[in-house]
């Protein structure tokens, strides 16, 4: 039997006439998922695109487990290619879905005649296969409105392909589709489900960390490392720029009021991160920020860190609550890793009374107690890249 791979694109069937580029883009990071398996034939067709292995052993079990986690994808399905002939159809149903009738209680069977010469019309194909199937597997029932398994057949031009149930993808759009920002992460739960979510928007993504050694370990770097593997196995690559923060953040302990240490470090932040993003032909910035949720995520202190920098920030978490955040986190397989009790950088010299309700003009006059050019300029000279995924 000859399988393939069936993808089910969604949202990109709404494109119209640019709907071929967005497929064109998720065909690139299709095969970039896959590069590690060996080489595929990708095959575009009305809604559907047929991924098909060169080669003879490939693992489809793991191609699928890898294109699941490809944003664009709503749907996908191993099927079963067979000649164009009912009796054919008939067998490779029967053989190739064995196991999954034999573990159901009820079916369907649905049935796509594309190919309008095929003699038979598509009520009769599921009619004729369905008692076919009753008369092969006797403990089954039919069930058309929930059934334990869906056999589908497609009549397509030169073949026919049998598949049952689909699973479910990554939704969303390709990644690459929507322009590129730059994720401002940390080592918490928020700003790698941040990302994930942008990236499930076509944003291609680059990461700023802010490092502060002695204050924070090296163990807390390898830790926002770990995390934007998970997060590139859905994402694809992201070069992540590691800046040293630690004299920054001596400068506003030791020159600003106390109650303004987080506001003025976050704006400081916005502003290294900016020049980066500019670098990196980003056009925005992405933070986790959650309304509420700690004293700098005020609406009112949000207000003063994005006047900070002129390019928009994404906060996709910004209405969630803390449970919520969780749930995406243990989906993607971050939050074990968020929990580790490594600080970062966030949590060192922490105000004992933050001021909630800053007002821009304050902010901006402490600010200026220092001079931030120069050491944000010694800053990015010193920052590191590391390419992750």
């Known amino acids: 039997m000859k399988e393939i791979i069936l993808i089910k694109n969604g949202e990109l069937a709404l494109k119209g006439l640019n709907r ?21 034939t990708f095959t575009k067709s009305q809604s559907t695109i047929m991924v098909e292995a060169d080669d003879e052993g490939v693992d489809l ?8 986690r490809v944003f664009g994808i709503a749907a996908l399905s191993r099927a079963c290619t067979c000649e164009k002939d009912f009796e054919c159809i008939k067998k490779t149903a029967c053989e190739y879905l064995e196991e999954e009738l034999e573990d159901a209680k009820t079916f369907k069977v649905e049935a796509k005649r594309s190919d309008k010469k095929f003699p038979m019309k598509s009520p009769e194909i599921s009619r004729e296969l369905g008692g076919y199937i009753l008369s092969r597997f006797n403990h089954l029932k039919v069930d058309v409105h929930n059934p334990d398994i869906i056999v589908t057949v497609e009549v397509r031009d030169n073949y026919a392909f049998v598949r049952g149930n689909n699973i479910k993808g990554a939704g969303g759009m390709p990644t690459g589709t929507s322009g590129r920002a730059a994720i401002l992460i940390s080592g918490g739960i928020d700003s790698p489900v941040a990302a994930y979510m942008m990236a499930k928007r076509g944003i291609e993504l680059c990461a700023v960390h802010f490092a502060s050694p002695p204050y924070t370990s090296e163990l807390a770097e390898m830790k926002v490392m770990e995390l934007l593997k998970k997060v590139a196995r859905y994402s694809g690559v992201i070069a992540t ?26 704006r400081v932040m916005m502003m290294i991160s900016e020049r980066i993003a500019n670098e990196q032909r980003c056009s925005a910035l992405i933070t986790g920020e959650s309304v509420g949720q700690v004293a ?34 243990r989906k993607i397989d971050t939050f074990e890793t968020s929990i580790q009790p490594y600080e970062d950088c966030c949590t060192v010299f922490t105000p004992k009374h933050p001021n909630t309700k800053p007002e821009l003009e304050n902010v901006v006059h402490a600010q200026q107690q220092v001079d931030w050019s120069e050491m944000i300029a010694q800053a990015l000279e010193q920052t590191k890249v590391v390419v992750i995924g």
């Open 61 to 68: 079990e793991d191609a699928v487990d890898r294109l699941s």
């Open 241 to 266: 720029f590691v800046v040293p923060f630690t004299k920054i953040q001596e400068a506003i302990r030791d020159n600003c009021p106390e109650e303004y240490f987080t506001i003025i470090m976050r």
């Open 296 to 329: 700098s995520q005020t609406i009112y202190a949000l207000g003063c860190t994005d006047c900070a920098v002129q390019i928009p920030v994404f906060r996709p978490c910004i209405g969630m609550d803390k449970e919520e955040i969780i749930a995406i986190s």
């Open 20 to 40: 071929s580029n967005f497929e064109d883009v998720l065909i690139k990071n299709m095969r970039r998922h896959l590069k590690e398996l060996g080489t595929f």
